[in-house]
């Protein structure tokens, strides 16, 4: 993961967006996930086009980041659509992390490789930025995998609120806990770590440096 272009304020509405594990699930223009059918599908059409879609979603679950391994693509929130195509495969939308994620080449061949391996091709993968992703959308099972990683998740962003990027911080920030002892007194030794969605903190309790998942 890599952190986004700076801009004077970002304001958008923040919704938690999951996988969901079922047919013809998108992704509306605020973020959230909702359902929407072919139409004109029959009952046996809709039967027919859900279970490969059902498949899909179940693959994307095993997908893993290849920044953070502890997480699917789906913990992540970055799945946004899975639809039947005209040509009897599927199509993806995914919402990168951010527009210049080195990443997303990776994970748009990592999605195709392993759904045409499923025998779910052929494959097409769309990228939509719009909403931006944001670490509101990590699921809760995928802030216990950070956790348990080594990895401490990031807090969450209040729904509605501008959140302004500044190169210089101006305010104290909130106490990030350590992921290894929960203890809040930490300190942080460096504004990155492996990625620049992370940064890198010690923690003065048990001395142990972890890395921190940064909120945006």
């Known amino acids: ?68 391994p502890a997480l699917s ?50 494959v097409h993968v769309s990228l939509q930025r719009a909403p931006a992703w944001t670490t509101d959308w990590i699921s809760d099972e995928g802030r216990r995998k950070l956790r348990e990683y080594g990895i401490a998740p990031p807090g969450p962003v209040q729904p509605g609120a501008a959140v302004p990027m500044r190169l210089v911080r101006r305010t104290p920030a909130p106490a990030v806990e350590c992921p290894r002892c929960a203890s809040p007194d930490t300190e942080r030794l460096s504004a990155f770590g492996a990625t620049a969605c992370k940064a890198l903190y010690r923690c003065l309790a048990c001395r142990e440096p972890f890395e921190h998942f940064k909120p945006l």
């Open 1 to 68: 993961m890599s952190a986004p272009t700076l801009t004077p304020t970002l304001s958008r509405k923040r919704e938690r967006g999951q996988c969901h594990e079922r047919a013809g699930v998108s992704a509306g223009t605020d973020g959230s996930l909702s359902t929407s059918g072919r139409e004109g599908w029959g009952e046996g059409a809709d039967e027919q086009f859900r279970r490969p879609i059902d498949r899909a979603w179940s693959i994307l679950h095993t997908v893993l980041d290849p920044e953070v």
């Open 73 to 122: 693509l789906c913990d992540l929130g970055i799945v946004r659509a899975v639809h039947a195509n005209n040509d009897g495969g599927i199509d993806v939308v995914l919402t990168p992390t951010y527009s210049g994620c080195p990443a997303t080449e990776q994970i748009e061949h990592d999605v195709v490789a392993a759904l045409n391996e499923a025998g779910l091709g052929p």
